[in-house]
C-alpha cells in the first residue's frame, strides 16, 4: 500500500488510491476493521495463506497474535498502520546499509515472492547471502524453527 511502490500497481489501483487513502481515515470504518482483524477466525485464515505448510498453526498461535488485539490503544494503533502511506521499504534501507545481511526466506511466501529475494541478493552488495526454506512461507521462523536455527547457526559459526 505504500505510495512509492504506486508506479508498480495496476492503473485502477492508481486511480482509486487517493480514495482508498481517505476511506481508511475515517475512524468508523477503522473501527470496523479492526474488529474484524481481531477475530480469531480471521487471524487463523491469515495465518493459513502465510504458513501454506500447515505447520505450527494451532490455538496457541492464534491466541498469541489476539492478545495485543485486546491492549488499551490497539485499535487507535490498527488505524495508525492502515493509514502509513509513505514509510521506509527494505529497498531504500538496503541500499544504505553497509553490514553484511544474510536473508532467510520461505521458498512459498505468498506476500514477498521468492523473486524479489532473489533479485536483492543480485542488486544489493550488503547481502552476503540468502537461504530459502523449502515449503515455507512468510514466517520461516515460526513454521520450520528447526531449520532455521540451523541456518542461524551456521551463520553464527561462519562469522566466529
Excluded at 476493521?33 to 485464515?45: E, G, H, S
Excluded at 553484511?100 to 521468492?114: A, F, Q, R, T
Aim: net charge neutral; proline share 7%; glycine share 4%.
Amino acid at each position: 500500500m505504500d505510495d512509492k511502490r504506486l508506479d508498480q500497481q495496476p492503473q485502477w489501483m492508481r486511480w482509486f488510491r487517493p480514495l482508498l487513502k481517505n476511506l481508511v481515515k475515517q475512524r468508523w470504518l477503522s473501527e470496523n476493521l479492526f474488529r474484524n482483524a481481531a477475530n480469531r477466525t480471521v487471524i487463523k485464515r491469515v495465518l493459513d495463506q502465510a504458513y501454506p505448510s500447515g505447520a505450527n498453526v494451532d490455538q496457541d498461535l492464534i491466541q498469541l497474535l489476539q492478545k495485543p488485539s485486546k491492549r488499551k490503544g490497539a485499535q487507535e494503533a490498527f488505524r495508525g498502520f492502515i493509514n502509513l502511506f509513505d514509510d521506509h521499504l527494505a529497498p531504500q534501507i538496503l541500499a544504505d546499509i553497509q553490514t553484511p545481511v544474510d536473508l532467510i526466506w520461505g521458498e512459498k511466501d505468498p506476500w514477498e515472492p521468492l523473486e524479489e529475494a532473489k533479485l536483492w541478493l543480485k542488486t544489493f552488495n550488503c547481502i552476503r547471502s540468502l537461504e530459502i526454506i523449502p515449503g515455507a512461507g512468510h514466517c520461516p521462523h515460526d513454521e520450520a524453527p528447526e531449520h532455521v536455527n540451523k541456518v542461524i547457526l551456521n551463520l553464527i559459526q561462519q562469522i566466529t
